[in-house]
């Protein structure tokens, strides 16, 4: 199981960025998968992630209305869409996935199994 992710960079506060994360040595059609993020000196949070299946997706409450997951099973690939982004934002983006065993918001509070590397967001002026 990989996880690569990509996307991050520097953006100016109410900017956007997409992140991906493309899966390799396994099918996502039956993982839960998300993102995870971690800032200087916090903890390591869950942002959004979706379930297999119905597609079901948890946020967490700092970013509903302006980031948006979404996958496409057909690449093996999951993206983050961040709008409206802020310098609270500003973190290590991670992807993560799981077997689905629980659905989408218990991965997202609880955590996963398999973790790929970091891609960093900045959001400053």
């Known amino acids: 199981v990989q996880l690569q992710a990509s996307g991050g960079g520097l953006v100016q506060p109410g900017g956007s960025l997409r992140l991906s994360c493309a899966a390799s040595?396994?099918?996502?059609?039956?993982?839960?998968i998300g993102w995870f993020r971690q800032a200087p000196g916090k903890e390591r949070e869950g942002v959004s992630c979706i379930s297999s299946g119905d597609g079901s997706t948890y946020y967490a409450d700092s970013v509903k209305g302006r980031f948006t997951i979404s996958r496409d099973n057909a690449k093996n690939t999951v993206y983050l869409q961040m709008n409206s982004l802020k310098p609270e934002d500003t973190a290590v983006y991670y992807c993560?996935?799981?077997?689905?065993?629980?659905?989408?918001?218990?991965?997202?509070?609880?955590?996963?199994?398999?973790w790929g590397k970091g891609t960093l967001v900045t959001v400053s002026s």
């Open positions: 993560a996935t799981a077997l689905d065993r629980y659905g989408s918001s218990w991965y997202c509070t609880n955590g996963m199994d398999y």
């Open positions: 040595g396994f099918t996502l059609d039956y993982y839960a």
